[in-house]
């Protein structure tokens, strides 16, 4: 919902600012919430929003979003964490954007959800990205890391699904029910989550893994398969991309079932 930005609207990233998973960014009681460090701040977005101060933002692929800019004392806080001039904008549904998501064929081996058409504030692409446990487990042992384990956190899905049969249930995912109703809330996967640098980044303490770890091991074991590297370019896979298909509530502790596709990807 929120991001941080260049003076000319040019995003902050952890992959270079790897401080920002240190920073914490909420809203409560209509307030913008920062901390970062035992320094807090609190900001009207009420405000933000009556003000309507546009503030052009430029993404991955230089693709542009707009967003409201949140003034001059986050401004001047964020500032302050990034050692650098820097704003923040949050994000309104009825702002321009360049970065409406389609799902690309080129995806998946099996045909991909095409009319999916999903903006989705100012993450990289998709409304949800899942993990599964069972494969977060796979990587601490391939890593041999029983004891200080990486926790998902490090790979900042917004949901995590455990129980599975095995590591990488998530390579055959087509959609996922949550919940024994039939209205229960349905997503719609379509696209394995590619892997970056950003992954190396420890959330604990904000700084980068000496050895590029997990990455490193990802590259070693989990490489996009040859047939989709055309489109998903040569990249590590961890997780799966989603949207919604039915809306709902969703809440830990609640079965999931998921329905497969023919073949993995």
Not at 160 to 168: F, H, M, Y
Not at 169 to 186: A, K, N, Q
Not at 228 to 255: H, R, S, W
Request: aromatic letters at 10%; proline letters at 6%.
């Amino acid at each position: 919902m929120f991001l941080a930005v260049h003076p000319d609207g040019h995003f902050f990233t952890g992959r270079a600012n790897p401080q920002l998973v240190l920073l914490d960014c909420f809203v409560e009681d209509g307030k913008i919430k920062l901390a970062y460090k035992g320094k807090t701040l609190e900001a009207d977005l009420e405000e933000v929003y009556r003000r309507k101060q546009v503030l052009p933002a430029e993404l991955h692929a230089k693709l542009r979003q707009d967003g409201y800019d949140c003034g001059d004392e986050v401004a001047a806080f964020l500032s302050e964490v990034l050692e650098e001039d820097a704003r923040m904008v949050v994000y309104s549904p009825e702002l321009f954007t360049e970065r409406t998501a389609i799902p690309n064929a080129g995806w998946w081996r099996n045909p991909v959800p095409t009319e999916r058409r999903d903006d989705s504030y100012f993450v990289d692409l998709a409304q949800f990205m899942i993990t599964t446990k069972e494969s977060l487990d796979e990587v601490n042992e391939l890593l041999g890391r029983s004891e200080n384990p990486i926790n998902s956190v490090q790979f900042r899905g917004n949901i995590v699904v455990d129980k599975c049969s095995q590591a990488w249930d998530e390579d055959m995912w087509s959609e996922l029910r949550f919940g024994d109703d039939s209205d229960s809330t349905v997503l719609q996967c379509y696209k394995p989550c590619t892997r970056c640098i950003f992954t190396t980044v420890d959330p604990e303490t904000g700084t980068k893994d000496p050895a590029q770890q997990p990455l490193q091991m990802l590259k070693e074991h989990r490489m996009a398969p040859p047939d989709l590297v055309k489109d998903l370019g040569k990249l590590p896979i961890f997780g799966v991309n989603a949207g919604t298909k039915m809306p709902g509530y969703i809440y830990e502790g609640q079965t999931v079932w998921a329905r497969l596709k023919p073949c993995a990807f």
